[in-house]
């Protein structure tokens, strides 16, 4: 069983930045696909960024060019960089782990407990 520890909770103004990371341990971090998705208040819960074993990644079309997704495999940690955020950026992020970049994306199988970013106007 994977278990999974997001960090880096805030309240940023829009045009700002944030850096959340997650712990992973209960598995060898090498054999995992990381990923990273939202939920918004009374939306459902959507795909943002992922990354494979290496350095392989994909992001959803909203955050193109503005997020940024890395791992470092020697902390069992995966991070997502998120620049010029907007107020849509609000939402709870969750950390998401699965055998392949696609079952991260489609059918995680491990996820983290959540952490708040909130984006002001």
């Known amino acids: 069983q994977v278990r999974l520890v997001e960090s880096g909770e805030g309240l940023v103004q829009a045009g700002g930045s944030l850096r959340l990371s997650c712990i992973a341990s209960?598995?060898?971090?090498?054999?995992?696909?990381m990923g990273w998705f939202r939920q918004a208040p009374g939306k459902e819960r959507e795909f943002v960024a992922g990354v494979n074993w290496g350095t392989t990644t994909e992001y959803a079309d909203a955050v193109k060019g503005r997020f940024t997704i890395s791992r470092d495999n020697t902390k069992n940690a995966v991070s997502l960089q998120m620049d010029n955020l907007k107020p849509e950026d609000t939402a709870v992020y969750y950390c998401?782990?699965?055998?392949?970049?696609?079952?991260?994306?489609?059918?995680?199988?491990?996820w983290g407990q959540g952490t708040q970013v909130t984006v002001s106007a």
């Open positions: 998401a782990a699965g055998g392949t970049l696609a079952a991260v994306r489609y059918r995680p199988t491990s």
């Open positions: 209960g598995r060898t971090f090498r054999d995992l696909c």
